[in-house]
Each structure stands twice: as structure tokens, then as C-alpha cells.
T-cell receptor, first 116, second 111 residues
């Protein structure tokens, strides 16, 4: 069974540009989560999608947005990039939504975004 | 406001000894707790979880203990192996919130 896959592995952008990150969940998983891990920091919750709908978002500005497609894959968009957006962006999927237990998150290996 | 805390940024242990990683939480609505391990350049890997109806869960070398009254959980690794060297994240779920992660503890197992 394939795990969570993310693309691209690395992305280099300049300040003010837009970045698009992609994620394919484990087959059968309907929930997709996005987390940001800045250098030396923990995982900060960005967005949660389930069944194509945005269910919750973390404390990030509106220039962080995304969507979930009918096949449950997801896209994270970051507009007007700033230097502090440089981080590892992790996507995770789970079988059921956050209100369900015994359904841990399974992570991809992330996209390393560098903003210069 | 950090709802899940891991107060030790790093921990060093000799190979073969016990590693104990600690985690504290503040939200009494959390009722599902997980531990993840993360190697550099990889995503976190799920290790073990525990629900609030239990106080202990064991899986091979890994045991998680939950003390609800103290809002504290710990991960015990016995015996520790060099391959266990990684960053360990504690996470919590409940109260209508998404998975909340702690800042992580870097474990170094010395040969």
C-alpha cells in the first residue's frame, strides 16, 4: 500500500511569488491535514480537509489556502510568499476525521519550501 | 498558548538502557494521545497511541503511560537502540480540536 505522497520534494521561490504544494493521501483515507514545521520548531497545524470540505484551519493568514479534490488529493497554496514561510510542509491523511479515534495521522515526507 | 508541552528539547541515553520521554498537556478535553518519531528529511512516523480510558499501552519495546490527573504522559523505550535516535513528538486529540503536537524531544542513543 502506497503511503502519503507529496510533491515537489523541494521548492525554491522568491518573495512575493506563489507556491503550490500537492499531496496524495493513502488510498481510502478521506481526511487530509497540512502542517508547517519551521526550522527548530514543532508541527503547526495549517488546514484540515475532509470529504472535499475545509473543516478547520490553524492560526495562519488567509494567504495560506488549499483545496481537496474529489479523489481526496489536496493542494496547499501560499500566496505572496514571505521569507518566514520557509519551512517543511507536511501533509498527513487519516481514515476518518479528527473526531474519530484509533485513526492516527500518517505523514508524507514533506515539501521543503525555501523563500529567497 | 502551548497546549501540548515537551519540556526536554533533548535526551541522551546509552544503548540498552531505558529512554523516557515526557509530555504534558493543559486541555482536559484531550482524550487520545499519540507518539510519533521523526528522522531528518522524513515525515513523522506513528509509533503508539493511548486513549484516555487506559493508563498504559504497550507495543514491543514501546510503552506509553497516561496519568490523567496530572495531565501527563510518557513514552518508555526499552531497550534503547541507536536506530531510535530521532525527534519524538507527542500529540493529542479531543475537545473538537485537531491533532495538536508538542515541540518535540531529540533522543540520542549512544552506542
Amino acid at each position: 500500500e502506497a503511503g502519503v505522497t507529496q510533491s515537489p520534494t523541494h521548492l525554491i521561490k522568491t518573495r512575493g511569488q506563489q507556491a503550490t504544494l500537492r499531496c496524495s493521501p493513502i488510498s481510502g483515507h478521506t481526511s487530509v491535514y497540512w502542517y508547517q514545521q519551521a526550522l527548530g520548531l514543532g508541527l503547526q497545524f495549517l488546514l484540515w480537509y475532509d470529504e472535499g470540505e475545509e473543516r478547520n484551519r490553524g492560526n495562519f493568514p488567509p494567504r495560506f489556502s488549499g483545496r481537496q479534490f474529489p479523489n481526496y488529493s489536496s493542494e496547499l497554496n501560499v500566496n505572496a510568499l514571505e521569507l518566514e514561510d520557509s519551512a517543511l510542509y507536511l501533509c498527513a491523511s487519516s481514515l476518518l476525521g479528527a473526531s474519530s479515534y484509533n485513526s492516527p495521522l500518517h505523514f508524507g515526507n514533506g515539501t521543503r519550501l525555501t523563500v529567497t | 498558548d502551548q497546549q501540548v508541552k515537551q519540556n526536554s528539547p533533548s535526551l541522551s541515553v546509552q544503548e540498552g538502557r531505558i529512554s523516557i520521554l515526557n509530555c504534558d498537556y493543559t486541555n482536559s478535553m484531550f482524550d487520545y494521545f499519540l507518539w510519533y518519531k521523526k528522522y531528518p528529511a522524513e515525515g513523522p512516523t506513528f509509533l503508539i497511541s493511548i486513549s484516555s480510558i487506559k493508563d498504559k499501552n504497550e507495543d514491543g519495546r514501546f510503552t506509553v503511560f497516561l496519568n490523567k490527573s496530572a495531565k501527563h504522559l510518557s513514552l518508555h523505550i526499552v531497550p534503547s537502540q541507536p536506530g531510535d535516535s530521532a525527534v519524538y513528538f507527542c500529540a493529542a486529540l479531543g475537545g473538537g480540536q485537531n491533532f495538536v503536537f508538542g515541540p518535540g524531544t531529540r533522543l540520542s542513543v549512544l552506542p
